[in-house]
């Protein structure tokens, strides 16, 4: 499996004429699915990127930003520290966390089949959620802070400043990943293990550490994305799941390995689900479009190759 | 340099060489011949670590690196040119070739210099140094396994079936460059199904058949033996 760093100008074009007509029909919603798709991009980038290195689809992805909320809603609500400083312990955290099972788990299940990969990951998945549900009950749990709710407004328009924040950190991390990718020698170690595992062997890079540098970071990021999104969201145990299979539908979409297009594939669905929602009386059809564009995606693209 | 001692490789339950012994001098090049399935990719895989189910002592520089990892393996000083290239597809040549010695702490520091020599050994790379590798044919992408494995100053050079899918011009010149780098600080193992070629470049070559050794001797011995002539020389 491989991934590129090629840039989607085309794609980035269609994106902003796309964007510049839902501004001018619904400004509400334009922004909504900004902050709604680039959170979906940084949780899915991660997910990518580990599909395209190890090649496992992780199924518990989103199950593990569960932890993360509840580390830092439990550092909030036992030491009252706020949840963007206990971003720092999370992430480290996070990172041990994932090190260690998939040093127990995944690794031995690299060489087997995807099904293999797919139930072990599925397991990790109810295992972290049970844990969780054991510690913390089921009962949504959520934190408060202040600036979270700010807004300000221009042109008599009125928006939250705190959201913006997502979009931001969604194309930090982009450039930071690809600068990474790019320019240290773990990154190019990681590029060239993602082209041809056997060729970097060869050549001396140490893959297995590879596999688990990228497994654990890749978790890892995601305590950055709780941190941020705890104080806007009600955390229940089950609360990461439906991002693991959202994450795969955005690297599905944006073509194996396409990290530029995880972020416009993700802003995209995000703007079309806001739309969706911002229509009085038809927010439940907000996953319906979601997948029906995602279905119409690849099955045009896959026409295409078939032409 | 290299010395191999009753070898035993399997995949799972089947054994695939028995028993085998092998040895390499410094600077010395050394073929193993044989017809397909005979062990001689199997052979080379148990050197650099990337089949685990051994039985035996391979001996580098008189260390054994039975049980080591491939990266490990690497790093001592052994350079492989797989048959299948394994080479980066989406990086460019020079990439392609920065990456053979990135790695490796002995050889980092002499970057400059190898990516020198082997331009100079051939130089359609130089040329096409830009170019991304996966679109590259398939007599310039062994050139760039070469010259890949060259990059990491190996002190012993391995070689898997270079001539497979070849044109024959292609495949002597690259027999030509192969004796210009045994002219280097170079031990050769080259694992050869084109027997014809092997010999103008080694010194010394083991016949493989069967996962067996069943001949060994000096290359002028092995051109005038009647088992060569009749079954790999059509003689």
Sequence with gaps: MSFSLKKSYRLLLLLILFMVIIGIWRPNALLDGLQRGSLYAIIALPLALVLGILGVLNLAHGDFLTVGFYLIYMLYSRFNLDPLVSIVPAVLFLILLSGGIYLLTVKNVLKDGHLNQLLITFGISLVLIETINIIWTSRPRNVYTDYAYSAIEVGGFRFGTYELLYILIAVAVLVALQWFLKNTRLGQATFAVGQNPKGARIVG???????????????????????????????FPGVGSPFSLKSFALAAMAGLGNLNGIL????????????????PNYGGWSDIVFFGVLIIVIISRSYRRAR | MLKIKNLDVSYGKIQVIWDLNLNIKDNEAVGIFGPNGAGKSTLINAVIGLINNIDGEILFNGENIVGLSTHQIIKKGIALVPQKRELFPLMSVKENLKLGSAYIPSAKNKTDNNLEFVYSLFPILKEREK???????????????????LMSSPKLLILDEPSIGLQPSLVTDLFKKLNEIKKEDVSILLAEQNVRQGLKVINRGYVLENGRIELEDSV????????????????
Excluded: D
Aim: net charge positive; aromatic share 8%.
């Design chain 2, 220 to 235: 002028k011995n092995l051109s005038s033996n009647e088992h060569i002539k009749k079954s790999y020389l059509g003689i």
């Design chain 2, 131 to 149: 170019q991304i590798a996966g679109t590259m044919s398939g007599g310039q992408q062994r050139m760039l396994a070469v010259g890949r494995a």
């Design chain 1, 264 to 279: 416009i594939a993700g802003v995209t669905l995000g703007i079309g689900e806001a739309v969706i929602n911002s229509i």
């Design chain 1, 205 to 235: 890079i140490n893959v297995n550490f590879v596999y688990l540098f990228v497994f654990s970071v890749s978790i890892g990021i995601l305590g950055i994305v709780a941190g941020f999104m705890l104080p806007r969201t009600a955390i």
